[in-house]
């Protein structure tokens, strides 16, 4: 166990609906950072959250927003879904805002728009 | 340019022999280069990393090799086991935004050892 907490770990949905991703980071880290990851691209870079506020902004489509609680949970919404976003999401969490010192990924999200 | 270029896709090596897999960059920028490792329904975990003023960093069995003139790293993998077998990614970070690092991943090799 990573000690980062991604719920649900599966999601099966259809086209044009709007699901949540939820993720719990390591106890005592600040950021966290939202990544998907497809067979074709990768592991792309979505948005970065440090202590409630947004970081940075990467590949995140319009459709896609993301949030981080006073409690330090983050989760992204996706939303009007599409076949292309079906995906691994993952989230990943780091004392501060460098990922100097690594960063701690969690299991996932496989999201699967039918 | 924030790519991170990994060869090769995927890998076969036999038991007790040795993995490598190599990846190169172009941003100068890039300050700190990990090598993270995945199984199947987990995620990444970091493996090993450097940083460009080290030229060599060993941890067991696992190696990076850095090459800041050629802007190239790889990972060495000795005395491979059939438990490595998992997807390899090397990555690279540099300073973007408000204070934000983030990581430009390869696109991954998928280790297979056989016994």
């Known amino acids: 166990d990573s000690g980062v907490t991604q719920t649900p770990k599966h999601l099966i949905t259809a086209t044009g609906q709007r699901v949540t991703l939820r993720c719990s980071p390591r106890?005592?880290?600040?950021?966290v950072y939202w990544y998907q990851q497809s067979l074709d691209q990768g592991l792309q870079f979505l948005i970065h959250?440090?202590?409630?506020?947004?970081?940075a902004k990467g590949n995140i489509l319009e459709r896609f927003s993301a949030q981080q609680f006073p409690d330090l949970h983050s989760e992204l919404n996706l939303s009007s879904l599409e076949l292309g976003d079906s995906a691994l999401y993952f989230c990943?969490?780091?004392?501060?805002?460098?990922?100097?010192?690594?960063?701690?990924f969690g299991s996932g999200t496989r999201l699967t728009v039918v | 340019q924030q790519q991170v270029k990994q060869s090769p896709q995927s890998l076969i090596v036999q038991k007790g022999g040795i993995s490598i897999i190599n990846c190169a960059y172009e941003?100068?920028?890039?300050?700190?280069f990990p090598w993270y490792q995945q199984f199947p329904g987990k995620g990444p975990a970091l493996l090993i990393a450097?940083?460009?003023?080290?030229s060599e960093k060993k941890e067991g069995r696992f190696t990076i090799s850095f090459n800041k003139s050629a802007k190239q790293f790889s990972l060495h993998i000795m005395d491979s086991q059939p438990g490595d077998s998992a997807t390899y990614f090397c990555?690279?970070?540099?300073?973007?935004?408000?204070?934000?690092?983030?990581?430009?991943f390869g696109k991954g090799t998928k280790l297979s050892v056989i016994p």
């Open positions: 990943a969490s780091s004392a501060g805002q460098s990922t100097n010192y690594g960063y701690t």
């Open positions: 106890s005592g880290d600040l950021s």
């Open positions: 959250y440090y202590n409630g506020e947004e970081r």
């Open positions: 941003n100068t920028a890039f300050d700190y």
């Open positions: 450097i940083r460009p003023d080290v």
């Open positions: 990555a690279a970070s540099t300073l973007s935004g408000a204070g934000s690092y983030q990581l430009t």
